[in-house]
């Protein structure tokens, strides 16, 4: 929130016409022109706050991967693989997990190579304050769907469903 004081202090509404110069701008509102000093400074905090976040969350997303691996190594002996047909729920969450950090990663960069180039360009397009928005909703809109889709309360759900289909069919 420190980061964006001087953006809040700026802001305003949108205006019907091209403003040429480094300001930040959204669909709905935009900054007024700011200067050389502050561009740079906005940018390069801006930027080592995002890498040190992501590599936050990646770092964290890698180490809970490797407790699940050593994990599984450790209970390997008590369940037999050939017992079950179904994948240990070990691997089951590796991959929500790495599925998860992989979605956050891609749409979180990308909307900041969006947002940054909109940032640097002259003449704003409202095509791309559209796509940053589109890059931001991405990440909050797929991930409740990945966190269902292993969900065993979600399974039944759908199977009871299918049964009720199939009864009343």
């Known amino acids: 929130m420190l980061i964006y004081i001087y953006i809040i202090e700026t802001v305003e509404a949108d205006h019907n ?51 699940l691996y050593k994990h599984r190594q450790r209970a390997q002996h008590i369940h037999s693989p050939s017992l079950s047909p179904q994948s240990s729920p070990e691997i089951k969450a590796t991959h929500t997990i790495l599925l998860l950090v992989s979605c956050f990663v891609f749409f979180h960069c990308s909307n900041n190579f969006v947002v940054f180039y909109l940032f640097h360009k002259p003449e704003k397009n409202s095509r791309l304050k559209r796509i940053t928005g589109i890059f931001s909703s991405c990440y909050p809109t797929i991930c409740p769907f990945v966190l269902l889709k292993n969900s065993k309360i979600t399974s039944k759900l759908t199977s009871s469903l299918s049964k009720l289909r199939i009864i009343f069919s």
């Open 17 to 67: 016409f091209t403003i040429v110069g480094l300001e930040y701008s959204t669909l709905h509102c935009q900054t007024n022109q700011l200067g050389q000093n502050h561009s740079v400074a906005f940018g390069s905090v801006v930027i080592i706050r995002d890498l040190l976040f992501v590599i936050l969350v990646m770092w964290s997303s890698l180490y809970t991967v490797n407790l």
